[in-house]
């Protein structure tokens, strides 16, 4: 039985001592080998993806709806910040527009605006306009089946003030899937004087807002509605204070060409 006992107990022995010489921590040297290794492979590595990136061709991408065939983290499209910028430029704004909250009368307004922007999101802005007034069918039926005539109180003739104009949102919009359109949108307040259809001249608050659509670096299209409070005297002799809201549509024009890219 001892015969067999001796050679299981020398066995055993000599396998916990392999098992201590595995288990014991790498030496300095053996340490330094290990990451030098670690990191002439991962160096190898990035060299070979890189030189992989390199040779391999970039997909041709002719239209917004292509997009998607970029890789992720690998190609990458960035949309400038700004397309059209304003800061330093003065913009000219031709437009037409008409008051909609007159339910007997149309009212078509030209007007011209010019506007200078001190940065990106302020600016100052000149506004004139000339308005012409007509009946609306309502109007002429009345006069005309009930002998009924209709007169408005107060009809504004013109306008010329001075807005400040602030700018706090900008973005990128898609277009079907065709293209990608920048735009602001501003909010404006100022003040000026209006001439009436009875001959006086009436202080008067405007408040306003809108958006631009840039169509190219020194044009684009833009919408704005408008309220403007004043107050005069009626044909009737009262004096009272009257709020118009106006609807303008134009084009744009921003003078110097911008030249940042």
């Not at 684009?220 to 005297?233: G, H, K, N, T």
């Amino acid at each position: 039985m001892r015969q067999f006992c001796w050679p299981i107990l020398a066995m055993s022995f000599i396998t916990l001592m392999t098992s201590a010489v595995l288990a014991q921590e790498p030496t300095d040297a053996e340490t330094t080998d290990i990451d030098t290794a670690i990191e002439q492979s991962l160096s190898g590595a990035a060299k070979n993806q890189k030189e992989e990136k390199e040779l391999r061709p970039l997909p041709d991408i002719k239209d917004v709806s292509e997009l998607g065939r970029l890789s992720h983290f690998e190609d990458i499209a960035v949309m400038q910040r700004r397309y059209l910028p304003k800061t330093g430029r003065l913009e000219l704004f031709p437009n037409l527009g008409f008051i909609i909250n007159d339910a007997f009368f149309t009212n078509a307004i030209f007007s011209a605006r010019a506007s200078y922007y001190f940065t990106e999101a302020y600016g100052v802005e000149l506004n004139g306009m000339y308005l012409s007034t007509t009946d609306r069918n309502v109007t002429k039926e009345l006069k005309s089946n009930w002998n009924i005539e209709t007169r408005a109180l107060v009809t504004p003739q013109s306008y010329l003030g001075l807005d400040f104009k602030w700018s706090p949102v900008y973005g990128k919009m898609g277009y079907f899937d065709k293209s990608i359109i920048p735009f602001d949108m501003y909010f404006a307040l100022g003040g000026g004087n209006t001439r009436t259809n009875q001959g006086s001249d009436s202080s008067t608050l405007h408040i306003g807002m809108g958006q631009i659509f840039a169509i190219t670096k020194w044009a684009a299209f833009r919408w704005d509605v408008s309220s403007y409070w004043y107050q005069a005297q009626a044909n009737n002799g009262a004096t009272g204070t009257f709020n118009n809201i106006y609807a303008m549509v134009g084009v744009s024009f921003f003078v110097p060409e911008a030249k940042y890219r």
